[in-house]
């Protein structure tokens, strides 16, 4: 069971923009860095955002994330086919021992 | 460039000890750099950390899967691995090993393994 809540569904039609959430607490998002991760369907997840908001070499600017007090978001611009996929967010948490934890996770549909 | 390679049984049966091993190829482990980490998938599910091991040993747990892991590392051999004891049902699930990079605590997974499917069944 996640401390990390996503909405399990989120959609749009080509070229528009769609937001995630992920709503934590003060000993995870509240703290530290917030990651981000897309799996496409059959394959192993891959890093989108580091560090609240910054994309890894080779990962589109359409791609951002931000971060205020205890929640995240990730934001896909100009949404195409190819990001039909599944988004996860992650973070360190200190409660009660140290931890990684991923979100539940939100499946992006794209109409 | 850096990868990772899952390896071990596809099926184990109910009460037995899982056990996966990790391959890491094009790089050393032994850097201060980085945790190696493990990820599981049930199917239709999402993603759950399982923990990370750091080359010298020094280990993170989910806490809810503590009672029953071990992650140990070779260094020689550039490897490490996964036991998960007194396995149920609830343990069948696509298998990652990953590279977990560190900013104090532990952060981003930035390369991973293909993936391997363990099924849990007599």
């Known amino acids: 069971q996640s401390v990390l809540t996503q909405p399990p569904s989120a959609s749009g039609t080509p070229g528009q923009r769609v937001t995630i959430s992920c709503s934590g607490s003060?000993?995870?998002?509240?703290?530290?860095?917030v990651y981000w991760y897309r799996q496409l369907p059959g394959t192993a997840p891959k890093l989108l955002i580091y560090?609240?908001?910054q994309r890894p070499s080779g990962v589109p600017d359409r791609f951002s994330g931000s971060k205020s007090g205890t929640s995240a978001s990730l934001a896909i611009s100009g949404l195409r086919s190819e990001d039909e996929a599944d988004y996860y967010c992650?973070?360190?948490?200190?409660?009660?021992?140290?931890?990684?934890?991923f979100g539940t996770g939100t499946k992006v549909t794209v109409l | 460039q850096l990868q990772l390679q899952e390896s071990g049984p596809g099926l184990v049966k109910p009460s037995e000890t899982l056990s996966l091993t990790c391959t890491v190829s094009?790089?050393?482990?032994?850097?201060?750099?980085?945790?190696w980490g493990w990820v599981r998938q049930p199917p239709g599910k999402g993603l759950e950390w399982i923990g990370s091991?750091?080359?010298?040993?020094?280990?993170y747990y989910n806490p809810s899967l503590k009672s029953r892991v071990t992650i140990s590392v070779d260094t020689s051999k550039n490897q490490f691995s996964l036991k998960v004891n007194s396995v149920t049902a609830a343990d069948t699930a696509v298998y990652y090993c990953?590279?977990?990079?560190?900013?104090?605590?532990?952060?981003?997974?930035?390369?991973w393994g293909q993936g391997t499917m363990v099924t849990v069944s007599s």
């Open positions: 990953a590279r977990h990079e560190i900013e104090g605590t532990l952060a981003g997974f930035d390369v």
């Open positions: 091991i750091y080359y010298i040993g020094n280990t």
């Open positions: 992650a973070a360190w948490d200190d409660s009660p021992s140290g931890h990684y934890v």
């Open positions: 560090r609240n908001n």
């Open positions: 003060s000993s995870n998002i509240g703290t530290y860095y």
């Open positions: 094009g790089g050393s482990m032994s850097s201060s750099d980085y945790y």
